[in-house]
């Protein structure tokens, strides 16, 4: 990171006027950035530095006048709250399968596109459609037009089904109540498929052909130049792909509240201190948890970091 | 599995079997993919009887029923789309003016460890919203600014700020060094540059990242929940709330869900390359 600040650093100071001159033009270059970043420090930073202050207090909206400081209490309380570990679980999982799972369909859908054939354009419209649709109103739509068990589409479909082979017995599973999780899981692996499709076709896009052409001539069958040259030619793409999607699905709220209102076991983070702040009004254990969350977020945003800071790299030395 | 047989055809060439199965395949995951979608609209134009029949009445009587109901049935929608609408078109604005200085502070006239400063913004998008959302609440409720939609557009520029800035660095770094030293040659002044040199190649740039930011700030759920109440709801609280109290409801909740993405069905379909663009903070062009 720093080389190529300094790189840049150097093109720019080609004449060094001495002194208050210097600083004066430092301070030109600086104005144009400072509103932007004065405005985020004071929206996005005060107000973390207010969770800290607030964690280690005693404070609970329902007792007003119990306010005082706590100590490490609330921190005593998150570690040892089963819910909250189970919140940790229900994220990682979460994050990780919707993540895994679209990052895969969407490589194959995006190689499935790379080709030519008859209304290419159409089904890439088609597959645009569900990260078009407001993530509630999606939830909503997964949650009462598909899942219901008396008159979802999925429990319309087995009947149908079922009809036409002459069975009047169809299976109609709840879907929500058997596999809460992983009906969480389709609805969002639904909205960011087509993300990470996007992704890695403009990926693919990108790739040179005529290197592709010359192995095939070389005799290099196709599992080999998938495996050589067009995955490595990918990996930036999908390290993208799954940091931007983590950033969002490690967040995600719509879903879990929609869905299952954050019920069996599928409330996440997020979802479990939304509760424990706006339904059981502990402001003290609300912080405490969003400090350790933030805490948990920085050691893995640093790696997550460093990859994007790799991609940043090569970007700036072409 | 899909992978190693894609391959078997290079892009252009003429495909045998193979590659006419694989474009069947295509076909039916993007009609897979899509479906939901249109059972939502399907279903949004169908009777609340027929909508709710198992198995599915696909070629019922189409019907403006649900539609009817949900813009004059209960709550009207107008206000909280109103809402949405403003929130988002001025959040997206006040980012626009505040990213493209800093983008320009960070690409064109780079200030130093001007890196340092891109991946502060980005590591704030990494910051869990949920840490923020007990202090502003707190400070809305003393500062009077509850159930404001002014409180959300300033939360919803912070949300969109890092991801815009990062669009308009890398749309900003496109802009060729020679152009800009002909134009300083020329003794071309700032305005001047502006105007003639960089304007023209950053404007699809700067319809990318305001797509981009218009879409986040019309979906988003959290803070405007929390932050809001009757007055300055916005469109997707209005979904949640709505859904409650019903008996019969799913025609008219499809077209509520329609109604609702609409906007953005209809912004994100226009400016599908754009799509791209700003998705991947503009590292994909």
């Known amino acids: 990171m720093t080389s190529v600040a300094e790189k840049s650093s150097v093109g720019t100071a080609e004449t060094p006027p001495p002194g208050v001159a210097r600083r004066a033009s430092a301070w030109a270059r600086r104005a144009p950035l400072l509103p932007a970043l004065i405005f985020m420090i004071i929206v996005t930073q005060l107000p973390f530095v207010a969770t800290l202050v607030i964690s280690f207090m005693d404070w609970n909206a329902y007792y007003p006048e119990e306010r005082g400081f706590a100590g490490f209490d609330n921190f005593v309380r998150v570690f040892t709250d089963v819910n909250m570990r189970d919140a940790v679980w229900t994220t990682i999982l979460l994050t990780a399968g919707v993540v895994l799972i679209s990052l895969v369909l969407g490589l194959g859908i995006a190689l499935l596109l790379d080709r030519k054939f008859r209304g290419r354009g159409a089904v890439r419209t088609m597959m645009i459609a569900p990260f078009l649709v407001v993530p509630v109103a999606a939830a909503l739509i997964w949650k009462h037009a598909l899942y219901n068990p008396e008159y979802g589409l999925f429990n319309g479909a087995l009947t149908w089904i079922w009809g036409i082979f002459g069975s009047d017995n169809p299976p109609q599973p709840d879907w929500i109540s058997n596999m809460p999780l992983w009906a969480v899981i389709f609805s969002l692996v639904w909205q960011w498929t087509p993300f990470m499709m996007l992704i890695l076709l403009a990926g693919l896009q990108g790739r040179p052909l005529d290197v592709i052409e010359a192995a095939r001539i070389d005799g290099a069958n196709n599992w080999q130049i998938f495996r050589s040259m067009t995955l490595p030619h990918l990996r930036q793409y999908l390290e993208l792909g799954g940091l931007l999607g983590s950033i969002y699905i490690v967040q995600n709220f719509d879903a879990v509240f929609t869905i299952t209102s954050g019920g069996l076991g599928t409330a996440n983070l997020p979802y479990t201190i939304y509760q424990i702040f706006y339904q059981a009004h502990d402001y003290g254990r609300a912080s405490a948890a969003a400090v350790v969350v933030v805490i948990g977020t920085i050691i893995i945003a640093t790696f997550a970091l460093r990859t994007v800071s790799s991609l940043f790299k090569e970007e700036g030395r072409r | ?87 988002s078109v001025l959040s997206t604005a006040l980012v626009l003016l505040l990213a493209i200085p800093a983008a320009y502070a960070l690409s064109i006239k780079p200030v130093k460890k001007w890196s340092d400063v891109l991946f502060f913004f980005l590591s704030t998008k990494m910051l869990p919203v949920v840490a923020g959302l007990l202090p502003l609440y707190l400070f809305a409720q003393n500062a009077g600014l509850l159930d404001n939609v002014w409180l959300l557009i300033l939360f919803y520029t912070s949300m969109n700020l890092p991801i815009a800035v990062w669009m308009m660095r890398s749309f900003l770094s496109e802009v060729p060094v020679e152009m800009l030293e002909a134009a300083q040659m020329d003794g071309a002044n700032l305005t001047k540059t502006l105007r003639s040199v960089i304007a023209p190649v950053v404007t699809p740039g700067i319809a990318a990242t ?76």
Request: proline content about 7%; overall charge neutral; hydrophobic content about 55%.
């Open chain 2, 210 to 285: 305001a797509l981009i930011c218009f879409i986040f700030s019309w979906n988003e759920l959290l803070f405007a929940r929390v932050l809001t109440a009757t007055v300055a709801e916005t469109a997707p609280v209005f979904l949640t709330s709505f859904v409650t109290s019903q008996g019969l409801f799913l025609a008219q909740l499809c077209a509520a869900a329609f109604v609702v993405s609409l906007p953005v069905l209809v912004a994100g379909f226009a400016a599908q390359d754009k799509l791209v663009q700003g998705l991947s903070l503009g590292s994909v062009k």
């Open chain 2, 1 to 87: 599995m899909t992978a190693t047989t894609v391959q078997a055809a290079p892009p252009g060439k003429k495909e045998g079997r193979g590659g006419a199965w694989l474009s069947l395949l295509a076909w039916v995951v993007g009609i897979l993919f899509v479906l939901p979608v249109v059972w939502m609209v399907l279903t949004s134009f169908h009777s609340e009887a027929n909508a709710a029949q198992n198995p599915p009445a696909v070629f019922a009587p189409l019907t403006l029923e649900g539609y009817r109901e949900f813009f004059s049935g209960g709550a009207s929608p107008w206000p909280p789309l109103l809402n949405s609408l403003t929130a």
